[in-house]
């Protein structure tokens, strides 16, 4: 559904993509992990138009959407989740939602009775200022609102950062069940192993190249990444 064919990315001078190649099939979790600075982040915004990459083609459904701008490419089904979460602290729980709704392409009434039953506590915030909200709960806002757009991949960029454990938990029991439901989902986890036990296949991402990918079950049992990634 979603593959990516020789990407490189550049800062200015900076290379830090060189080459990726990559697939995401449908209804699948895909995670990727790296170290700091290994271009993850990069990746997903090359993927959702913030960044545009000199080289290489991004296909959507056969379709090659790279240079795209980002909002074209929410319409074409592509949502992101940045990492820091970027919520608008100013505006409520149910304008962040509108908001995601906006560049859509769902029913809204039916986008936010999905995110409200995902996040019941959303729910009962709606006129709460997002500002307002716990780190955990502007992180289900932050993924609410990406869902209201009704993405056919969902890209999460950090979702556990920052947060105690219980809602870890919660946040990664939550993508299980978007996907569940239908959603492909691309996953960019500092906890790689919380991210791997959830995901499908992974992507090992180093200096801007692929340089390992398989089974998330393999990549578990691999001594590399045992030891470079799991803290084994
Ligand atoms: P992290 O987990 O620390 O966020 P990452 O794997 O997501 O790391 P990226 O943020 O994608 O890595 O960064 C990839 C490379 O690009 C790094 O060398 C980084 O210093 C560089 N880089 C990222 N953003 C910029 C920028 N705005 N200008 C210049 N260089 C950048």
Do not use: W
């Not at 545009?52 to 074209?72: C, F, K, M, Q």
């Not at 919520?87 to 304008?95: D, N, Q, S, Y």
């Not at 502007?138 to 991949?153: F, K, N, W």
Request: hydrophobic share 40%; net charge neutral; glycine share 12%.
């Amino acid at each position: 559904m979603l593959k990516l064919e020789n990407i490189h990315t550049f800062y200015g001078p900076i290379n830090a993509l060189r080459g990726i190649n990559l697939e995401v099939g449908k209804g699948e979790i895909i995670s990727l992990i790296g170290s700091n600075g290994a271009g993850k982040s990069t990746c997903l915004m090359t993927i959702s138009g913030v960044l545009h990459p000199s080289e290489g083609r991004i296909l959507l459904n056969g379709v090659d959407i790279a240079g795209e701008e980002p909002h074209h490419i929410v319409k074409r089904g592509i949502s992101h989740v940045p990492e820091g979460r970027r919520i608008f602290p100013k505006l409520t729980v149910l304008e962040n939602l509108q908001m995601g709704a906006f560049l859509g392409r769902g029913n809204v009434r039916e986008s936010l009775e999905t995110v409200m039953g995902l996040f019941p506590i959303l729910g009962e915030r709606t006129r709460q200022y997002g500002g307002t909200l716990s780190g955990g709960e502007q992180q289900m806002l932050a993924i609410g609102r990406a869902l209201m757009s009704d993405p056919e991949i969902l890209i999460l960029d950090e979702p556990s950062l920052g947060l105690a454990p219980i809602m870890v938990s919660k946040i990664f029991r939550t993508i299980h069940e978007i996907n569940a439901r239908g959603v492909t989902v691309m996953l960019v986890e500092q906890n790689a192993k919380a991210a791997l036990r959830l995901s499908h296949r992974g992507y090992v991402l180093e200096s801007g190249a692929i340089t390992l990918h398989g089974k998330s079950s393999e990549l578990l049992d691999n001594d590399k990444v045992k030891h470079a990634y799991l803290g084994e």
